[in-house]
Nanobody
Framework: QVQLVESGGGLVQAGGSLRLSCQAT????????MAWFRQGPGKQRELVAT???????NYADSVKGRFTVSRENAKNTVYLQMNSLKPDDTAVYYC?????????????WGQGTQVTVSS
């Protein structure tokens, strides 16, 4: 059974940094695009960053220059390095991946990890 397992959230002061990780586990034939989303209090889930299997990355305007998405294909893992954090970055962060496994190709979601930025 394919799962996305996230880690790395926590509480940090404004201006600080955190690194999130998300690993796809199970019998996996291949991982296509991977992404990070977030959902703040009272807000809709929004796309933060995406990265293709070839390493091409895109970012939401709100995080450009502060966040960096990367991946290790050999480990089926995606990372989100978050610097210069602001209180507005407070949210539950979810990873997403398009994965080829038994039964075909589909999107999977992580369980979410809380990031809280204090002012």
């Amino acid at each position: 059974q394919v799962q996305l397992v996230e880690s790395g959230g926590g509480l940090v002061q404004a201006g600080g940094s955190l690194r999130l990780s998300c690993q796809a586990t199970g019998i996996i034939f291949g991982v296509n695009a991977m992404a990070w989303f977030r959902q703040g209090p009272g807000k809709q889930r929004e796309l933060v960053a995406t990265i293709t299997s070839g390493g091409n990355a895109n970012y939401a305007d709100s995080v450009k220059g502060r966040f960096t998405v990367s991946r290790e294909n050999a480990k089926n893992t995606v990372y989100l390095q978050m610097n210069s954090l602001k209180p507005d970055d407070t949210a539950v962060y979810y990873c997403n991946a398009n994965i080829r496994a038994w039964g075909g190709e589909k999107d999977y979601w992580g369980q979410g990890t809380q990031v809280t930025v204090s002012s």
